[in-house]
């Protein structure tokens, strides 16, 4: 099952493989969806804002990229670290100074594809008590590194909604 998926069943975490099959596969197909989608749009749409309070196509997959390593970084400190405080960023200001507006999305979406892999590697190598361990976000409040993990598969929908909407633009 795992296997024809490429992803391998050996070595993984029991309660993953038992528990939740579909964590692994949802991990790495979401930026792959969202990099092929974002290969269907056309460029002159990249900077089109479709939604006011949101970014543009241009702007999001540039922020996938980016907080793909931030969020990855955060599982890894709860990890080593349980209990840690992590302080929440303004995603408009890290935007700005990332300069995601200057950034070309079919690269971007190719580091959000790479920077998953990365995570997926750090996601395999966790045990259960790894998933169980906490830290304290200031605006999220207490999260299990299983809540992080769940975190990105909902991010991963959010945009690639968005994305989706990219179609019906004008």
């Known amino acids: 099952f795992h296997q024809n998926q490429g ?11 038992m528990n939740n099959p579909y964590l692994l596969m949802g991990l790495r197909y979401g930026p792959e969806a969202i990099r092929n989608v974002i290969r269907t749009i056309p460029e002159t749409k990249w900077d ?6 949101r970014f ?15 969020l990855r970084g955060r599982i890894e400190q709860t990890v080593a670290t349980p209990g840690v405080n992590i302080t929440g960023m303004n995603e408009t200001e890290q935007a700005r100074e990332m300069k995601y507006r200057e950034t070309n999305p079919l690269e971007q979406a190719d580091k959000f594809v790479a920077e998953r892999r990365a995570t997926i590697e750090i996601v395999k190598a966790l045990t259960g ?25 909902g991010h991963d929908i959010y945009h690639l909604e968005h994305f989706t909407h990219y179609f019906s633009v004008d």
């Not at 992803?7 to 493989?17: S, T």
């Not at 997959?61 to 931030?70: F, K, P, R, S, Y």
Request: aromatic share 4%; charged share 25%; glycine share 6%.
């Open 7 to 17: 992803i391998p069943k050996r070595g993984l975490p029991r309660h993953i493989v």
């Open 48 to 53: 089109t804002l479709t939604d006011a309070g």
């Open 56 to 70: 543009t196509l241009r702007e999001a997959i540039a922020h996938l990229a980016d907080w793909e390593v931030i």
């Open 129 to 153: 008590t790894d998933f169980r361990k906490e830290c304290h976000h200031n605006e999220k409040g207490t999260m299990t590194v299983a809540d992080q993990v769940s975190m990105l598969l």
